[in-house]
C-alpha cells in the first residue's frame, strides 16, 4: 500500500502541482511544451497514427537494445519491477493502464517536452538539437537505474529515438500515447 500512496504523490500530485507553477507563476503553458491541440494542421487521426508509429519503433528499438545490453553486461536481475507490486486478479488491468498512463504522460512531459523547452531557450547554436537528445536520454536512463545495465541501455535507446522523434514531430500526443502503450506492452 505504501508504494501506491507514494505513487501518487511521486505520479500524480507532485508533476500537476508543478505544471500548474509553471503555468501560473512563469508562464510556461502546454502548448509551450508539446501538448498541442488537435486542429486543422494536425488533426487527431494523424496523432494517433503516429503515436502507433512511435510505439512500433519504441518497442523494436527498446527490445533490440535490451538484448545489447543482455549480450554486452549480462542478464541481471532487476532491482525492482512492477511484476512486484501489481495486483493478480480484477486490479491487475486498472493497475498497470494506471502504471503505463501515469508514466507516460509524466515522463515525455519533463523529458521531452520540457526538456526540450529549456533547452530551446539557450543559445546553444547548431549543438541545440545534439545537447537536447544526449542529456534528455541520460536523465530518462538515470530514473531507470533499477532495470540494470542490460535495462539501461534499452531505456537510454528508447529515450534517444523518442527525443527524435519529438523533435520532429513537435507534439507530445503521439510520445505519450505510444510510450502509454510500450508501458502497457511490457508490464502486462
Not at 57 to 63: A, D, E, K, P, Q
Not at 107 to 124: C, N, Q, V, Y
Not at 156 to 167: E, K, N, S
Request: glycine letters at 8%; proline letters at 4%.
Amino acid at each position: 500500500m505504501g508504494f501506491w500512496f507514494l505513487d501518487v504523490i511521486q505520479m500524480l500530485i507532485f508533476p500537476f502541482a508543478a505544471l500548474f507553477i509553471l503555468s501560473h507563476y512563469f508562464a510556461i503553458n502546454p502548448g509551450n511544451y508539446g501538448l498541442v491541440k488537435p486542429g486543422r494542421n494536425y488533426p487527431a487521426w494523424e496523432m494517433a497514427g503516429a503515436g502507433v508509429f512511435v510505439a512500433i519503433v519504441l518497442i523494436m528499438v527498446s527490445t533490440v537494445f535490451w538484448y545489447v545490453g543482455v549480450i554486452l553486461f549480462g542478464r541481471e536481475d532487476f532491482k525492482f519491477a512492477f511484476s512486484l507490486v501489481v495486483p493478480e486478479g480484477a486490479w491487475h488491468f486498472p493497475m498497470v493502464f494506471y502504471l503505463a498512463i501515469s508514466a507516460g504522460f509524466v515522463e515525455e512531459i519533463i523529458f521531452r517536452g520540457l526538456a526540450w523547452t529549456a533547452i530551446s531557450e539557450m543559445d546553444l547554436g547548431k549543438f541545440k538539437k545534439p545537447i537536447y537528445v544526449l542529456i534528455s536520454s541520460l536523465a530518462f536512463t538515470a530514473i531507470h537505474w533499477e532495470q540494470g545495465l542490460a535495462g539501461m541501455t534499452s531505456t537510454f535507446a528508447f529515450g534517444f529515438v523518442a527525443a527524435l522523434l519529438y523533435l520532429q514531430l513537435k507534439n507530445l500526443w503521439p510520445m505519450i500515447a505510444s510510450h502509454t502503450f510500450v508501458n502497457v506492452y511490457y508490464f502486462w
